[in-house]
């Protein structure tokens, strides 16, 4: 299947490592040029000539801070200078869920919680804010959100609270932007196996109806795709990528 992606231009946060780094490789093995905006300047160069050398596209990187708004709008300004445009955003640039034990509701600080809404929420409110008026300008647009699965289970305050609100931003956003012909979609990983994961914890039980751990590149899949032309079908939902949950019923 031809994703339409060839010539496409894709900003992609968080996309130095982890699973921004996957849906970064596939956009540009698919035919898109990409931004790559992360903190760690030396990760971005090293990512940046990785994925130039395996995909023959045009991959530039450029280090910003999504929870400072100056930040941003110099960052999506010279990604758009850079490009000539954008066509895709995806937002992953946040701390990874499920990392290590979340507290008890008791334990909970407010600094906590505020910080994780700063940076996944509002910082990928900000990147949208600041890139959809491109996306606007050309014609078309695709907005992804990297959330998770906390979304839509109990165990961490923290991460329950920031998941749902990127959903629900997410949506609020498809129906504003929909007149413009720019979609929006949410993607909720569950614990996905990255550069990072250890092989230890990679052969722990996963919970899920796949029965493994997922990979990165499995939600780069499913991302990629949301992210093209082809995806028009699905529009302010949130589409689930952690190998299944057992038992659940969602409708």
Same mark, same amino acid.
């Given at each position: 299947?031809?994703?339409?992606?060839?010539?496409?231009?894709?900003?992609?946060? &968080? /996309?130095?490592?982890?699973? &921004?780094?996957?849906?970064?490789?596939?956009?540009?093995?698919? /035919? =898109?040029?990409?931004?790559?905006?992360?903190?760690?300047?030396?990760?971005?160069?090293?990512?940046?000539?990785?994925?130039?050398?395996?995909?023959?596209?045009?991959?530039?990187?450029?280090?910003?801070?999504?929870?400072?708004?100056?930040?941003?709008? =110099?960052?999506?300004?010279?990604?758009?200078? =850079?490009?000539?445009?954008?066509?895709?955003?995806?937002?992953?640039?946040?701390?990874?869920?499920?990392?290590?034990?979340?507290?008890?509701?008791?334990?909970?600080?407010?600094?906590?919680?505020?910080?994780?809404?700063?940076?996944?929420?509002?910082?990928?409110?900000?990147?949208?804010?600041?890139?959809?008026?491109?996306?606007?300008?050309?014609?078309?647009?695709?907005?992804?959100?990297?959330?998770?699965?906390?979304?839509?289970?109990?165990?961490?305050?923290?991460?329950?609270?920031?998941?749902?609100?990127?959903?629900?931003?997410?949506?609020?956003?498809?129906?504003?932007?929909?007149? +413009?012909?720019?979609?929006?979609?949410?993607? +909720?990983?569950?614990?996905?196996?990255?550069?990072?994961?250890?092989?230890?914890?990679?052969?722990?039980?996963?919970?899920?109806?796949?029965?493994?751990?997922?990979?990165?590149?499995?939600?780069?899949?499913?991302?990629?795709?949301?992210?093209?032309?082809?995806?028009?079908?699905?529009?302010?939902?949130?589409?689930?990528? &952690?190998?299944?949950?057992? /038992?659940?019923?969602?409708?």
């Amino acid at each position: 299947m031809d994703l339409e992606l060839a010539g496409k231009r894709a900003l992609v946060t &968080g /996309g130095s490592r982890g699973i &921004g780094k996957a849906i970064a490789r596939e956009l540009a093995m698919e /035919g =898109a040029d990409v931004v790559i905006a992360a903190r760690d300047q030396g990760r971005i160069d090293a990512t940046v000539a990785e994925l130039s050398r395996e995909s023959g596209r045009r991959v530039v990187g450029t280090s910003t801070d999504t929870g400072d708004g100056a930040s941003v709008t =110099a960052m999506v300004t010279a990604s758009a200078e =850079a490009l000539g445009g954008l066509d895709i955003l995806v937002n992953a640039a946040a701390r990874p869920g499920g990392q290590g034990p979340a507290p008890r509701w008791d334990g909970v600080t407010e600094e906590a919680l505020f910080e994780e809404i700063r940076v996944k929420v509002l910082g990928y409110l900000r990147v949208a804010q600041a890139a959809a008026p491109h996306m606007i300008a050309g014609g078309w647009g695709r907005i992804i959100n990297i959330s998770g699965l906390a979304a839509r289970q109990t165990g961490s305050v923290i991460g329950s609270v920031r998941n749902v609100a990127v959903a629900a931003m997410s949506k609020n956003l498809a129906d504003e932007l929909a007149p +413009h012909n720019v979609g929006v979609v949410t993607v +909720h990983p569950g614990l996905t196996r990255t550069e990072a994961t250890t092989e230890q914890a990679a052969q722990r039980p996963a919970g899920n109806l796949a029965g493994r751990m997922i990979d990165a590149r499995e939600v780069a899949y499913v991302v990629t795709f949301l992210a093209s032309p082809k995806s028009v079908a699905i529009d302010g939902d949130s589409i689930a990528a &952690g190998g299944g949950v057992p /038992g659940a019923v969602y409708y």
